[in-house]
């Protein structure tokens, strides 16, 4: 018989054996970092860090630092990050001493301004430098905003991507897409601010929440640690009936995950699932069979569930994990693109030389005039007319003919196999055209829709496109 002393007490977490701080840098920053104070966020030291003066008064956080009280005197950047990073290293000793006991720091800013961009990377470097784990969330500026703040924005994405350990990239043009046409601009501005504040309490309650199977600040380290490595983050929550595929459906709808393609070029991969005391096995099990479908096989899987009272009829799925920013889709189509260029070039340049053969040789057609009875000009006029054409054979041997007596210009027109090529192409036009399908280009009304899924078949697109039935 086990019997427990009255005495006994479970053993109670320290809350600083993982001291978590949040800092939003600049005006971009200290807006997310009061959204994820209104949304609610336990545990966790809110900073807000500026230049502006009247920017730090109306912010919500618990502890506000000024930067560079001699260099800007209260007033902001203007733009300038050469400015905002004098500013920031006028106040490092003010920085090292708030940043100082942190294990884990995430940096809230908008790149592309004076604060943000020439700030965020000196209080990242500062907080990596002290030992804490450091998670920037970035926001980039819309392409309206213009080609010399987009410049700067990615100059400083580059410092954030040098001093961080993880770096979690929002681009607003991507982020608006998730606001309705008509919606007000003042909603199309909080989707960043709502989309990071999602991102920083889902990291936080990882780590923090207790759970059946807990994640541990070391799994975390695994899935967010990398070498100039970006963060893919995808948080979806439903109390539907059916809740496991909706929460893992919304969770890959984030923008930063291309719906789940992003996972397949990450080598771990940190999920979480939390809900109410009703959270079945199935349920679980539905998410996990689901989410293996955009892993590859050698990806390693970082599981957690937890149980919260808390969540009532909502479950909850938080996917966290971190790729190169070297294999990350953007550097890919500038290469494609030059490989596309450097293969039409031949193809472009040939013409002109065949049109030249051609009024070349019908030049010497009048001077043989033996060889005029039959096949003379007639012929050589329809070869070069019928040289794109397939119906007509007897052209080709009388081309060789009229080459024989001009060997000088055979190595002028050495690309003449390219200009043979056209014959084929008719052919491969013909094959594309047997294959080519009227496939639904877009959806319409219902493009911005969740596709209907069921066994992970799209039942939207039509059935001899998925069973690949050719129609005849």
Avoid: W
């Amino acid at each position: 018989m086990i019997q427990l002393s009255r005495n006994y007490s479970l053993p109670e977490k320290k809350e600083d054996d993982l001291a978590i701080k949040i800092v939003g840098v600049g005006g971009a920053g200290a807006n997310a970092l009061d959204r994820i104070v209104l949304d609610g966020l336990e545990n966790a030291e809110m900073i807000a860090i500026n230049t502006d003066v009247q920017s730090l008064a109306s912010s919500v956080a618990t502890r506000k630092v000024q930067l560079g009280r001699e260099v800007t005197r209260g007033l902001g950047a203007g733009g300038d990050p050469e400015l905002g990073f004098n500013a920031a290293r006028e106040s490092v000793e003010e920085l090292r001493e708030t940043l100082l006991g942190a294990r884990m720091v995430f940096v809230c800013a908008g790149l592309g301004g004076g604060t943000g961009s020439g700030a965020a990377p000196f209080v990242a470097e500062m907080a990596h430098e002290s030992g804490a784990l450091v998670v920037a969330f970035a926001t980039l500026p819309f392409a309206f905003e213009g080609k010399r703040r987009t410049a700067q924005a990615m100059e400083a994405l580059q410092e954030l991507e040098r001093v961080s350990d993880a770096v979690v990239c929002f681009e607003n043009d991507r982020l608006g897409d998730m606001v309705l046409p008509k919606a007000g601009i003042h909603q199309a501005f909080a989707v960043a601010d709502t989309t990071i504040s999602q991102s920083v309490r889902a990291i936080v309650n990882v780590v923090r929440r207790p759970g059946l199977i807990q994640i541990g600040f070391d799994e975390l380290l695994a899935a967010l640690r990398g070498e100039n490595s970006r963060c893919l983050f995808g948080y979806g929550e439903s109390e539907s009936d059916n809740r496991a595929h909706e929460a893992l459906a919304l969770a890959l709808k984030n923008p930063l995950m291309n719906r789940g393609k992003m996972l397949n070029d990450a080598r771990h991969v940190l999920v979480q699932i939390a809900g109410g005391p009703d959270m079945t096995l199935t349920e679980v099990e539905i998410v996990m069979q689901e989410l293996n479908r955009h892993v590859e096989d050698h990806t390693q899987i970082l599981f957690g569930t937890s149980v919260d009272g808390k969540m009532g009829n909502r479950m909850s799925v938080t996917l966290i994990s971190s790729i190169s920013s070297d294999g990350a889709a953007p550097p890919v189509p500038p290469v494609r693109t030059t490989r596309r260029k450097e293969e039409t070039k031949p193809v472009i340049e040939p013409p002109a030389p065949v049109e030249e053969m051609a009024s070349e040789v019908a030049a010497h057609v009048p001077l043989e005039p033996g060889s005029v009875p039959n096949e003379p000009e007639p012929e050589i006029v329809e070869a070069e007319t019928v040289l794109p054409m397939v119906e007509v054979a007897p052209p080709p041997p009388a081309r060789r003919k009229e080459r024989k007596p001009a060997p000088a210009r055979e190595p002028e027109h050495a690309p003449e196999p390219v200009a043979t090529n056209p014959a084929p192409n008719p052919k491969d036009k013909f094959a594309r055209q047997e294959v080519m399908q009227f496939e639904p280009v877009t959806r319409g009304r219902f493009e911005k829709s969740e596709p209907t899924i069921v066994e992970g078949q799209d039942l939207d697109v039509p059935t001899f496109l998925r069973k690949n039935v050719r129609v005849k």
